[in-house]
């Protein structure tokens, strides 16, 4: 993947974006997600494309999108739910986090050395590491799977992972979710200890274990097209 720097289109729009050369793409698209930003996918063995006229055609297109990512990024979600993020600075020099109902309290000294966002995503990290582990125990005795271990990971291109050696890896921010859309990203890497493609006896296979998967993969998406 080549990253290249901003681009603009007309006056207004100024973005980054990159270019990726994909084995399996047939044609030239645009993919947008809030974890990758930008991407221009082109086959492989294309030689030479006018990437810059095809962005200025689906300018309009670009924008909204960014703009709805934009959007998605700036919220705060826990469990399927957008929490109020405060801020209460005290005099003491203590730092502490707190959820209540909607509310993510924060309460800090006046001067900190960390964002409302960063020190969202590291308790984000904490509740991840508490919750996915413990519930992939469970769905893996349920349904008769067998791993060697569970990582939570900062992933920028997926949401989960299975490797070679039973080793499942799932993003932190899966935690942004509801608990059946994590259940689904779940699943879909315990299915991968039997079916590591994704033919139609993998999806087979996710579909005895959740019957209307389809329903959360769609949720998935979403946030990630």
Same mark, same amino acid.
């Given at each position: 993947? *080549? %990253? ?14 990159? #270019? ?25 063995? #294309? ?11 689906? %300018?309009?297109?670009? %924008?909204?999108?960014? *703009? ?45 050395? %960390? ?8 308790? #984000? ?101």
């Amino acid at each position: 993947m *080549t %990253k290249y720097p901003d681009f603009r289109i007309g006056e207004n729009i100024e973005f980054e974006y990159k #270019l990726k050369k994909s084995k399996k793409a047939k044609h030239v698209s645009l993919r947008i997600s809030p974890a990758r930003g930008l991407e221009v996918v082109i086959p492989f063995l #294309l030689k030479e494309y006018d990437v810059k006229k095809l962005l200025d055609s689906k %300018k309009e297109w670009i %924008k909204k999108n960014l *703009t709805k990512i934009e959007t998605i990024k700036s919220k705060f979600l826990f469990i399927g739910h957008e929490l109020v993020l405060v801020e209460q600075f005290n005099l003491f020099n203590n730092f502490s986090v707190l959820l209540n109902n909607d509310k993510f309290i924060i309460s800090r000294p006046e001067f900190f050395d %960390k964002t409302k966002e960063e020190i969202f995503n590291e308790w #984000l990290k904490e509740q991840a590491l508490n919750y996915i582990p413990a519930r992939v125990s469970l769905l893996a005795k349920k349904f008769g799977f067998v791993y060697n271990a569970v990582k939570i990971k900062d992933q920028q291109t997926r949401w989960g992972s299975c490797s070679n050696k039973k080793i499942l890896s799932f993003n932190y921010r899966l935690m942004s979710f509801n608990k059946k859309a994590i259940d689904y990203v779940i699943i879909h890497e315990l299915c991968h200890l039997k079916e590591m493609n994704h033919s139609q006896k993998f999806w087979k296979l996710v579909e005895e274990m959740m019957p209307d998967y389809k329903a959360q993969k769609i949720i998935i998406k979403n946030l990630n097209n």
